[in-house]
């Protein structure tokens, strides 16, 4: 019999994987983070809670949001955009927490990406159904910086496509402590997450979280 780096037997199956030029999935790189990641994540949703933002064409989201860090991401009927105060609670963002900086600067420092320094992470969390259509993540200012992007919680269906709305995406299984950074020529590539399935996990229940780390401004 031979071995070869795809078998999984005996914990052999790799832990990382290229999905193309400039974008790595991290199999379990948030896992020994993750109850710093939980309970820092408790701290933000106090200040700024989770809620359900419009798009500009008038429907509501179905995936729930906060952010931490200088700016956190919005939508409403005037657009997309990056704001420095949360219009919930009318204040700044909750600050960046230390435990999600530096996940977010190791994972991207492992997939190739050295200096990358956050300012903003969007928190996403996804109850049974919800889904996020096919996009590019283009409302930072400076594409030079890659997306880290932190799956907690229920696994679900990460898409990625390419850098045309119609090439035919990856399907990409991620679960709790999975991380994918994508950068470089990655960068615009067109990525979505399937509904999320019903299930129970033992830290987040019904739920998937994830966390993305941008480079806002
Ligand atoms: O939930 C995910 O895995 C992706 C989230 C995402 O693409 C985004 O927040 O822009
Ligand atoms: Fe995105």
Known sequence: MTLDLFDSVGGTEPREEDLGPGARVLRGFALPHDAALLSALQGITDASPFRHME????FRMSVAMTSCGA????????????????????????????AFLQLAQSAAAR??????????CLVNRYDTGAKMSLHQDKDERDFSAPIVSVSLGLPAVFLFGGEGRADKPL???????????????ARLRYHGVMPLKPGH????????INLTFRKAR
């Open 201 to 208: 996990h033992p830290q987040l229940g019904a739920h998937r």
């Open 111 to 120: 997939a190739g990406f050295a200096d990358f320094v956050p300012d903003s």
């Open 55 to 58: 798009t500009p064409g008038g």
């Open 71 to 98: 700016w956190g991401w919005v939508t409403d009927r005037t657009g997309y955009r990056y704001a420095e105060v949360d219009p919930v609670p009318e204040r700044p963002w909750p600050t960046m927490p230390m």
């Open 171 to 185: 399907r990409v299984r991620l679960i709790h402590g999975d991380v994918v950074v994508w950068g470089g020529p």
